[in-house]
């Protein structure tokens, strides 16, 4: 890709969000494996230091979603997040099959990225799904079980703030699994570095 088609898809505002929010959903789930799955002989951080951290990150992601959210309904960067319904199974169908085969042909993507469109039909949906339905419910668990007092005792004869730590858990695995395929989906571009490059510079 030439200097003239360099498309500046990624403003100030949004690289230094993905960085701090990067990080503290990094040390979030760091945390929340090793509260998970620390035992008497096997303790993968202290538990005091583990549950400050947790907590810490907790709430500076959660301030920092804040600028994501605030910032794509005030920038042209929410553009990129509006969906159309009418025709979606036909494009991301299209899109599976270039990640099954075509792409290991080298064929070009059936949607490349262009000044109106930054992600693809399957990015988009899972975008969207986490960025606006899986994290706020991660912050809003997460605040509730910070202050739990404010959760409901007994739901259906079962604990409150046990099924709102599970909830909380299941969603943080999803946010798990999407961090993997986020980061193994931004190293198959045309080379493995340059996506990771363009949230540096903000060109693409």
């Known amino acids: 890709m030439t200097k003239e088609e360099r498309i500046y898809l990624f403003p100030l505002w ?18 929340g ?30 301030i920092i979603y804040l600028m994501f959210f605030v910032g794509n309904i005030v920038s042209s960067n929410g553009f990129f997040y509006h969906f159309r319904i ?13 990640y099954l085969c075509c792409f290991f042909k080298i064929e070009k993507p059936p949607y490349p990225v262009s000044e109106k469109r930054k992600f693809n039909p399957l990015q988009k949906f899972s975008y969207i799904g986490v960025m606006y339905f899986i994290v706020p419910f991660v912050i809003a668990s997460g ?11 007994e739901i259906y004869s079962v604990s409150g703030i046990m099924l709102t730590a599970v909830l909380h858990g299941i969603a943080g695995f999803i946010i798990f699994i999407f ?24 060109w693409h």
């Open 14 to 31: 949004l690289r230094i969000w993905h960085g701090i929010n990067a990080l503290g959903i990094l040390i979030l789930i760091i945390t």
């Open 33 to 62: 494996i090793s509260m998970q799955y620390s035992t008497a002989g096997f303790v993968i951080l202290d538990f005091k230091t583990t549950i400050k951290l947790h907590n810490i990150a907790g709430i500076i992601v959660s």
């Open 86 to 98: 009418k025709g979606t199974s036909n494009r991301m169908l299209k899109q599976v099959k270039y």
């Open 143 to 153: 605040m509730a079980l910070l202050f739990p007092e404010i959760i409901i005792e």
């Open 179 to 202: 961090l993997i395929v986020h980061i193994y989906i931004a190293s198959i571009g045309e080379s493995p570095m340059k996506n990771f490059k363009s949230m540096i510079t903000g």
